[in-house]
């Protein structure tokens, strides 16, 4: 149980377009799902918090506009990249909570803005 | 500021042997943890958590330690195996928001030695 997709696995984009990633919990209803962003060799770092039918909550320093979150249903959250440029290139993982307060990963999407 | 330090960047283990990797902590308001182990490339996948209530919790060959008054705690594998190498990031749940925001560490990258 708990597990959590993400799709695409990897994108590569050109400079100015946007990206969108696909978060969904496959076997449980996720009432809080999230969204990290890691750089090379570096820790997690989280990027902004979603409830489902509500607005996201973004991190200090995190642009809203820039990274649309969607939190439509139960199971799937989206993140988009909007007018990437290759200071976006990075690897993000959502994560998907329950009723508990364990937080399951998915499995990443690795982004290339060239 | 690191509100989470895992200052061990790497740790090497034989096979076998006890691998104990630390985490430290600077705020008090921290009240459940947890430990996630990564590949390259991939989402984190939960090992195990424990509460602020309790010193110790156990799971299979993983236990993990809270010293509270120390603002420290310890993942501790027993025996190690090739299969456990990795990069083991430990969390702690932030509640201040309202809901649990996780803060990871920087991570330590263990290997265990065949």
Redesign the interface.
């Known amino acids: 149980g ?1 597990v ?1 997709s ?1 799709h695409p696995s990897w994108v590569i984009c050109k400079s100015g377009t946007s990206v969108k990633i696909e978060c969904r919990s496959l076997d449980f209803q996720a009432t ?1 799902m ?1 969204w990290y962003r890691q750089f090379p060799k ?5 990027m902004a ?1 979603s ?1 489902e039918g509500s607005k996201a ?1 973004y991190e200090q320093g995190v642009e809203k506009d820039k990274f649309l979150i969607n939190h439509a249903s139960l199971t799937l959250s989206t993140l988009t990249v909007t007018s990437a440029h290759p200071e976006d290139s990075s ?1 993000y ?1 959502c ?1 998907a ?1 329950g009723l508990a ?8 999407t ?1 982004l290339l803005v060239l | 500021d690191q509100q989470v330090k895992q200052n061990s960047p790497s740790l090497s283990v034989q096979e076998g042997r006890i691998s104990i990797l630390n985490c430290d902590y600077t705020n008090s308001m921290f009240d ?1 943890f ?1 430990w ?1 182990k990564k590949y390259p ?6 090992l195990i ?1 424990i509460s602020s209530i309790k010193d110790k919790n156990e799971d299979g060959r993983f236990t993990v330690f809270l010293n509270k008054s120390a603002k420290h705690l310890s993942l501790h594998i027993v025996p190690s195996q090739p299969g456990d190498s990795a990069v083991y ?1 430990c969390a702690a ?1 932030d509640y201040t ?1 309202g ?9 330590t990258r263990l290997k265990v030695l065949a």
């Open positions: 708990a959590v993400q809080t999230f570096q820790s997690l770092m989280l918090t409830n909550t690897f993982i994560s909570r307060e364990t937080q399951y990963f998915g499995p990443g690795r | 459940y947890l996630y490339a991939e989402g984190p996948t939960f958590s990031f749940a928001s809901t649990y925001k996780y803060i990871f560490g920087t991570g």
